[in-house]
């Protein structure tokens, strides 16, 4: 059974910091990458950033510079730093496993392969 659980998020005040981490099992890790979507309007998920299986990253523009993902040496976990946040950044952010990692997609489709649950980051002004 596939698994993706993320932890890390939180409310802070804007300027501040947080980590999340996603923990993946029950899948192939050098079939697929890793990253992180987060929920925008309605049910659309955009992508934050990822890692492909090849190590290509990918980080979606406003948060360039600002957020830094990594990966440990098995695969089986991703981190994403996030700093100098701001209230734009509040959102639901989802752990994924996928191979092409599509910019938006509506949340939990099967256009991508895998899912995590979501943990809420709130960021107040």
């Not at 990594?70 to 509040?90: E, G, R």
């Amino acid at each position: 059974q596939v698994q993706l659980v993320e932890s890390g998020g939180g409310s802070v005040q804007a300027g501040g910091s947080l980590r999340l981490s996603c923990i993946g099992s029950g899948f192939t890790f050098d079939d697929l990458g890793m990253g992180w979507y987060r929920q925008v309007a309605g049910n659309e998920c955009e992508l934050v950033s990822s890692i492909r299986r090849d190590g290509t990253v990918y980080y979606e523009e406003r948060v360039k510079g600002r957020f830094t993902i990594s990966q440990d040496n098995a695969k089986t976990t991703v981190y994403l730093q996030m700093n100098s946040l701001t209230p734009d950044d509040a959102a639901v952010y989802l752990c994924a496993a996928d191979l092409l990692f599509p910019r938006l997609a509506q949340c939990n489709a099967r256009r991508v392969h895998y899912w995590g649950r979501g943990t809420q980051v709130t960021v107040s002004s």
